[in-house]
């Protein structure tokens, strides 16, 4: 190891370093010696990889937890959701040319350019193609893009419903930024910017919810009615003083190949939209809907028309549970998130792409008969695979965990924190 390296391995235990660890992790004594092991092995692997670097700097861009609005931030609706403790790491220097190259815990290496910043399809799913997209989304917006030498490592586990690729996304605005510019960049330009990589990149057609989260840090509610200019507002609530934790249950099963059945929720729901004249459910009522049912039967699926009833009845719900969480409600908040379960489950539709495979329904079954009448319990992020979100009463959560586990595996449970903070540099 080099002395420029072990340098900054000692700077990770400054109290001003361990100070920004424990406002990213939180200030459990454990947490914060795992997460200085974590990243002064980043930094060792960094040095490993690439040798002696003479400006190596540390970004980070948390997973999310989706608490309100399963699958409306696509038609322009309402969202709650929070960015989590857990998240992707790059340990990054700056290069002097435009190539990247790219370590990622677990992957295979990347070694790639961006001289061309066109859409490549024989990217279409992977790293590149993320990579690339951000760069240009960045350039398009007026920053200054380079290549960089990155070791990364990440606790948002692909597939998990935490959305990794959203903190994969976000944390690369961070390194361009960091490298770059001057690291101020609105968190709305990030995550406009990650989504659009997602989309035209990548070539998944996701909305705009998972990335806003990472980016903009804490508890927020977000309404997408303009998403050029979505509307951001912090909320303030502590499920921790109130008694209750966050557990997210990865019930086994990857998203990997599932783009067409998230593909299908929107082009769905807007089929219903453009036989009012309109690009997206937002704006539209039950009332609109059930007077034309008859014609609309004809013209779509009736699985559309379950889809379009979930979204005007969960947008309509996002802002009862931000009301019933600035009035205090937690009673009220509990049952609004367990009928957001049950609108996704009987209408929209998400639990299972294959009926021989209903670990998800298994988990909210058991999650039901544990948590009746104590806590919440509903489907957490895109569905068809993937995890639950669940609110446990604290008491509870070591039984809860273990019942769990037992059923979907020893580390399937995740208990989280709200993370405040979105993409962060860690200051030497």
């Given at each position: 190891?080099?002395?420029?390296?072990?340098?900054?391995?000692?700077?990770?235990?400054?109290?001003?370093?361990?100070?920004?660890?424990?406002?990213?992790?939180?200030?459990?004594?454990?947490?914060?010696e795992m997460?200085?092991?974590?990243?002064?092995?980043?930094?060792?692997?960094?040095?490993?990889?690439?040798?002696?670097?003479?400006?190596?700097?540390?970004?980070?861009?948390?997973?999310?937890?989706?608490?309100?609005?399963?699958?409306?931030?696509?038609?322009?609706?309402?969202?709650?959701?929070?960015?989590?403790?857990?998240?992707?790491?790059?340990?990054?220097?700056?290069?002097?040319?435009?190539?990247?190259?790219?370590?990622?815990?677990?992957?295979?290496?990347?070694?790639?350019?961006l001289t061309d910043l066109s859409v490549m399809p024989e990217e279409k799913g992977t790293t590149r193609a993320l990579i690339r997209g951000v760069a240009a989304g960045m350039k398009k917006a007026g920053y200054k893009i380079g290549g960089f030498d990155a070791a990364v490592t990440s606790t948002v586990a692909g597939g998990s419903g935490l959305s990794s690729s959203a903190a994969l996304e976000v944390m690369l605005t961070g390194v361009l930024d960091s490298l770059y510019n001057a690291f101020e960049m609105p968190y709305v330009l990030r995550a406009q910017i990650s989504k659009q990589a997602e989309n035209e990149y990548f070539g998944k057609p996701s909305g705009l919810l998972d990335q806003m989260a990472s980016a903009a840090g804490g508890l927020v509610t977000v309404d997408f009615r303009d998403t050029d200019h979505p509307e951001v507002e912090a909320i303030s609530y502590d499920f921790a003083k109130k008694g209750y934790s966050l557990v997210v249950?990865?019930?086994?099963?990857?998203?990997?190949?599932?783009?067409?059945?998230?593909?299908?929720?929107?082009?769905?729901?807007?089929?219903?939209a453009e036989c009012f004249g309109q690009p997206v459910l937002r704006g539209l009522t039950g009332e609109q809907i059930m007077e034309k049912?008859?014609?609309?039967?004809?013209?779509?699926s009736d699985r559309a028309l379950l889809r379009a009833f979930h979204f005007i009845q969960e947008d309509e719900r996002v802002p009862e549970q931000v009301a019933a969480l600035k009035e205090d409600r937690i009673g009220?908040?509990?049952?609004?998130?367990?009928?957001?379960?049950?609108?996704?489950?009987?209408?929209?539709?998400?639990?299972?792409?294959?009926?021989?495979?209903?670990?998800?329904?298994?988990?909210?079954?058991?999650?039901?008969?544990?948590?009746?009448?104590?806590?919440?319990?509903r489907i957490h992020g895109g569905g068809f695979a993937g995890t639950t979100l669940n609110f446990v009463p604290q008491e509870m959560v070591g039984r809860f965990v273990e019942t769990m586990n037992c059923a979907f595996g020893k580390d399937a449970c995740s208990v989280l924190n709200i993370r405040p903070v979105g993409t962060a540099r860690i200051d030497f």
């Open positions: 190891m080099s002395s420029y390296t072990e340098d900054k391995i000692r700077k990770l235990l400054s109290e001003s370093v361990q100070d920004q660890l424990r406002y990213l992790y939180g200030s459990d004594r454990k947490t914060i997460q200085t092991q974590r990243y002064a092995s980043l930094l060792s692997r960094h040095a490993a990889i690439f040798g002696e670097c003479g400006d190596v700097q540390l970004i980070s861009a948390p997973g999310r937890t989706e608490i309100g609005g399963n699958h409306t931030d696509h038609n322009h609706g309402r969202v709650l959701a929070a960015s989590v403790n857990l998240d992707a790491l790059c340990a990054v220097s700056p290069r002097d040319d435009m190539k990247v190259r790219f370590h990622s815990e677990g992957y295979d290496a990347i070694e790639m350019d249950v990865a019930t086994g099963g990857s998203h990997a190949n599932l783009t067409d059945h998230y593909a299908a929720i929107p082009a769905e729901m807007k089929s219903v049912i008859g014609e609309l039967r004809v013209k779509v009220d908040f509990l049952q609004l998130i367990i009928d957001s379960g049950r609108s996704s489950y009987m209408y929209l539709q998400n639990i299972y792409a294959d009926p021989a495979d209903q670990s998800l329904s298994l988990a909210l079954c058991m999650a039901e008969d544990m948590l009746r009448g104590k806590g919440a319990w």
